[in-house]
């Protein structure tokens, strides 16, 4: 089978975006592919989180995926920092990676931005500058072939690739080339108060995401309250509508309902009926994973199964490691 890797960051909690976009397809994923998914704990050092919300977050997002479908006995989700080749191979993939080419990643530029702009005490460090060459390590561990990814990720793993071919130039076909899958539909779901840009965990106002955890009676407020447009009829149309286009997407995920039969059963009717009917979608996907997510996140089950996939990924990504410390000439004895 090829191997598929990703991962999501713990801080900040998963919201809907993340479940739609990645979660869900996961799942549907680990019956035919070699799946590794990651808590990238480390990339999230990048914004200097506090260490509880740290620890805490990262269990919580394990445990969310595993109430969302993902099998330990099919998939192996780890924690990043766990597996220690990550931290190492990233630095010798820094080492063959360029500074302009990181000055490139829009990530950065639009990460950086947000925090000069909240005016806090938190710089950018330089670890939000060069996280990009983890990413790289994280994919190429595991001689990925699919790397799933949402529209702004997909820079990074074109990185990974322009690195996976100066690599094999050099060392003679040392890493796999990994390919960026990214979803017609879903890929990103949008802000309720700004449609426009993509629903983020880190965004401030609250109102704006939908977080995994917000109890039923939260998601139908924030929904009833998301922004459309002062149209009256109900089309997808991401650029002139884009709210109630990813109301549209956000019920044609949870539903598993086209974008088409949603248009039909819309016709006639009022914005009103599409928030309820999205909340109600939207409550029946996540209320059922919120009841798993406690029951997980209660066990000691959720340590031993992390535990164990730490385990199974370190010994694929040891193999490549050492691969690629013998190509570039270290030492072993």
Not at 46 to 74: C, H, N, R, V
Not at 191 to 220: G, H, Q, T, V, W
Not at 314 to 323: G, P, Q, V
């Amino acid at each position: 089978m090829q191997t598929v890797f990703s991962g999501i960051q713990p801080t900040g909690g998963l919201t809907l975006g993340n479940y739609l976009g990645a979660l869900k397809r996961f799942v549907e994923m680990q019956d035919n592919y070699n799946c590794y998914f990651c808590i990238v704990d480390l990339h999230a050092l990048t914004i200097m989180p506090k260490p509880q919300e740290l620890y805490e977050g990262t269990l919580d997002a394990a445990a969310i995926f595993y109430a969302s479908g993902i099998d330990p006995k099919k998939s192996t989700l780890f924690i990043q920092s766990h597996v220690p080749e990550h931290s190492e191979l990233a630095w010798l993939l820094q080492c063959m990676s360029y500074f302009g080419e990181m000055s490139r990643m829009t990530q950065f530029k639009d990460k950086s931005q947000i925090l000069e702009s909240q005016k806090s005490d938190k710089s950018v460090t330089t670890g939000l500058f060069t996280y990009p060459t983890l990413m790289a390590a994280d994919i190429l561990l595991y001689d990925t072939d699919i790397v799933p990814v949402g529209e702004d990720q997909k820079q990074h793993v074109e990185l990974t690739r322009d690195i996976v071919q100066r690599a094999n130039q050099l060392y003679k076909d040392i890493f796999k080339m990994p390919k960026p899958v990214i979803p017609k539909i879903g890929g990103k779901i949008m802000s309720l108060r700004e449609p426009e840009n993509k629903m983020s965990k880190s965004d401030p106002i609250e109102a704006a995401k939908i977080n995994m955890l917000d109890e039923p009676s939260l998601i139908r407020k924030k929904i009833k309250r998301a922004v459309t447009d002062s149209d009256r009829f109900i089309k997808y149309d991401p650029i002139k509508k884009a709210g109630v286009s990813n109301l549209l997407t956000i019920e044609s995920l949870c539903r598993n309902i086209s974008i088409q039969e949603l248009e039909k059963k819309y016709e006639n009717k009022g914005y009103g009926f599409l928030k309820n009917e999205v909340a109600e979608a939207v409550v029946e996907v996540l209320e059922p994973i919120q009841n798993k997510y406690r029951e997980i996140r209660n066990s000691d089950k959720i340590k031993t199964d992390l535990k164990n996939a730490s385990s199974t990924a370190r010994i694929k990504a040891k193999e490549t490691l050492s691969r690629y410390q013998d190509a570039i000439g270290l030492v072993k004895f």
